[in-house]
């Protein structure tokens, strides 16, 4: 679409309108996101991209993903105390001040979403401290992973659906293996 493309100059990608360049999604995300670029832009390999995607997925339902991989930034534009709507990024930054660090208007929060009840803002932990949590799969994969891949590969025929059935795929084989 108009805001959405990516093309390879010199080698690099350049891309607008997707997740690659934003840091308000995982590196995990940007990596998957930019193997799949590369393996359609450069190889015009459809398939590859989506065992890039597939490995992804076998390693973030195995709890093989390193925290530092699964961090999403976002600054905060405000006193905490003016948001009507408490995102993750804010929940993450009063927790920060819980541990006596103050948090000011420019300052990016840098946080995890991890395993639990409660809504996805009430499982934001701040990165610092969330040695001991586990990551939310689920979370990462839906919320993250499929929608970035989705946006490129449903010009090749794959829906949302599809994606999220390889995410099942994914467990479905990890079950077979234990039996």
Not at 32 to 57: C, N, P, Y
Not at 64 to 73: C, F, G, P
Not at 88 to 93: E, I, Y
Request: charged share 30%.
């Amino acid at each position: 679409s108009k805001k959405r493309y990516a093309v390879i100059e010199d080698g690099e990608i350049i891309a607008k309108g997707l997740e690659l360049f934003r840091r308000d999604w995982a590196p995990i995300v940007k990596k998957t996101q930019e193997a799949v670029l590369m393996a359609i832009l450069r190889e015009g390999d459809s398939d590859k991209a989506i065992s890039e995607v597939k490995k992804v997925l076998k390693r973030l339902r195995k709890g093989e993903v390193e925290r530092k991989e699964l961090i999403i930034h976002t600054q905060i534009t405000k006193p905490l105390n003016q948001y009507k709507q408490v995102g993750p990024h804010v929940v993450a930054a009063q927790r920060i001040e819980e541990h006596g660090v103050k948090v000011s208007r420019g300052t990016i929060i840098q946080y995890i979403i991890v395993k639990g009840k409660g809504s996805i803002s009430q499982r934001a932990v701040p990165y610092d401290y969330s040695e001991g949590y586990e990551y939310d799969k689920d979370y990462y994969i839906n919320n993250q992973l499929i929608p970035a891949v989705e946006r490129i590969m449903y010009s090749f025929g794959y829906t949302k659906k599809d994606l999220q059935d390889m995410a099942v795929g994914e467990v479905q084989q990890s079950l077979d293996a234990l039996s």
